[in-house]
């Protein structure tokens, strides 16, 4: 940017932050916490882009000021704009990669998330051999595991992983062409490219991509464009270039997508990602509070609090975390402890969710009747007694809560779908031939208030 431009910008920046001062309702100790170190950046298509410092500025200004910012700025500039509160180095990092970004930008517009990378993610149990699937399609890309198939429930990393290949090989390899695309994107990409009549085009783009990078493929529900997608995939794959893909549940489980495209999605390698143990999430936060430079003390026993209560799900848990910064700011205590996170989340109900919570009474109540704990049932014990009531509990997961496989196992011990799925198959079977298991199943589902 030249330095006339810059100068300009921030001329309007310094007369908007006049006209926000005047207004009554800015307090004039806050304005100047919240708005040091804030720039205009840069005004783009009417989209005035404004940077600030911290997280905690761009917290505070996006949540509060910002259509008084919208206001004054459109007033300054004599027209309409939007504007965006961004972090100076989330500007600052595109503007660096800039030559990394125009070449693999010239596929379509980069979507890849510069602070989701493999250093800002945490390696524990639930997650180790998808990362380490991950790192490997960075270092050998289309020879093993290809297609990279990553499932898990929501909120637990696979986004972030698909990020962190992308950022791996925009700074390793920056020659190398990266294409990131959520489904839902790709099907309207498509779509469009049908209506405007430059689907080959829109093909040869995307093939030209050394790695292609897609994530929620649940979601390629469309037919035109699974069709599509066929051709590309294996045109890719023939070219040795690089697939990762992210799904909620297992590729044998996907629903509404074609049988030859779950048979290609099979036969690379699938990996999961479960939901933190407690280690793991709490070391997730200790990441999440050293990425937000900030000077707020947090006692140790909160982020136990915190990891016990909201590990299931890490996004809940970032939400948490964020939900706690935030009030602090308003409340101001001298430090985060554990009465004042208590306090905040007293409103909150657990963040278990529905299926949890049942999976749990299912798992108590195949419990109680063979007379065993959680922790036999979801054991990898081979022991007669407690493999038979696993299936059933698995058994009575599948059929009342309708879970997909993947997902059970991820209840029973990280067990992987293939596993869970014979589980099933056998009580079935066991139920079929013999009494004891339909008796048994009877008063598990009369326990349970099932009918
Ligand atoms: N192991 C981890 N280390 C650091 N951050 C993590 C980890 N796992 C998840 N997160 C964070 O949790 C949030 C949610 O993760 P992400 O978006 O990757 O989930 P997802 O599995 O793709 O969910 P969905 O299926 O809903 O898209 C992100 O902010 C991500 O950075």
């Known amino acids: 940017m030249s330095s006339f431009i810059t100068m300009q910008l921030q001329q309007i920046w310094d007369k908007t932050l006049d006209l926000i001062k005047e207004n009554s309702k800015v307090d ?21 882009i404004i940077t600030v410092p911290y997280k905690v500025n761009k917290q505070i200004i996006s949540d509060l000021y910002k259509d008084l910012i919208k206001e004054k700025l459109s007033i300054v500039l004599e027209h309409e704009v939007e504007c965006q509160i961004l972090l100076k180095k989330e500007v600052d990092s595109e503007y660096i990669n800039k030559d990394a970004l125009r070449r693999s930008n010239i596929l379509f517009e980069d979507k890849i998330n510069p602070e989701y990378t493999f250093d800002s993610f945490v390696v524990g149990k639930n997650n180790r051999e998808a990362h380490a699937a991950a790192l490997s399609a960075c270092y050998y890309p289309g020879k093993f595991n290809n297609p990279l198939f990553i499932f898990g429930n929501s909120g637990l990393g696979k986004t972030h992983l698909l990020h962190a290949i992308g950022n791996y090989i925009k700074e390793n390899r920056p020659e190398d062409k990266v294409l990131y695309i959520y489904s839902e994107d790709f099907v ?18 995307i093939c030209s991509a050394d790695y292609l990078l897609i994530d929620d493929i649940q979601r390629l529900k469309q037919s035109t ?44 390698l699938s990996v999961s990602v479960g939901s933190p143990e407690f280690e793991t999430a709490k070391a997730i936060l200790q990441k999440k509070i050293e990425g937000r430079n900030e000077e707020i003390l947090i006692e140790d026993e909160v982020l136990d609090y915190l990891a016990t209560r909201f590990a299931s799900d890490v996004r809940k848990l970032e939400g948490a975390l964020n939900e706690l ?43 109680d009747f063979y007379g065993l704990t959680k922790t036999q049932i979801e054991s990898k014990s ?19 809560l309708d879970m997909p496989f993947a997902k059970i196992g991820l209840e029973f011990g990280n067990r992987d779908h ?14 079929k031939d013999k009494e004891q298991f339909q008796q048994a199943l009877q008063q598990i589902e009369k326990q349970l208030g099932i009918q």
């Open 28 to 48: 004039t100790a806050n304005f100047s916490v919240w708005f040091d170190g804030s720039q205009l950046f840069d005004i783009r298509d009417d989209l005035a």
């Open 325 to 367: 910064f935030f009030k602090s700011i308003l409340y101001n205590p001298d430090t985060i402890d554990l009465k004042f996170a208590k306090e905040i989340f007293k409103e909150n109900p657990m963040t278990v969710t529905n299926d949890e919570l049942s999976v749990n009474k299912i798992k108590k109540a195949v419990c």
């Open 382 to 400: 081979r022991t007669k007694n407690i493999a038979n009531a696993r299936h059933i509990a698995v058994y009575l997961c599948r059929k009342h």
């Open 418 to 431: 293939s596993t869970i799925m014979s589980s099933y198959e056998k009580m079935v079977k066991l139920l």
């Open 225 to 268: 464009s699974q069709e599509l997608f066929f051709n590309m995939y294996n045109k890719l794959i023939r070219d040795n270039k690089q697939i990762v893909i992210t799904s909620d549940i297992h590729p044998t489980e996907l629903k509404g997508i074609e049988n030859r495209l779950i048979s290609r999605f099979s036969s690379g």
């Open 188 to 205: 309207t990409l498509l779509i469009e490219a049908m209506k405007n009549k430059n689907v080959e085009e829109v093909k040869e783009k």
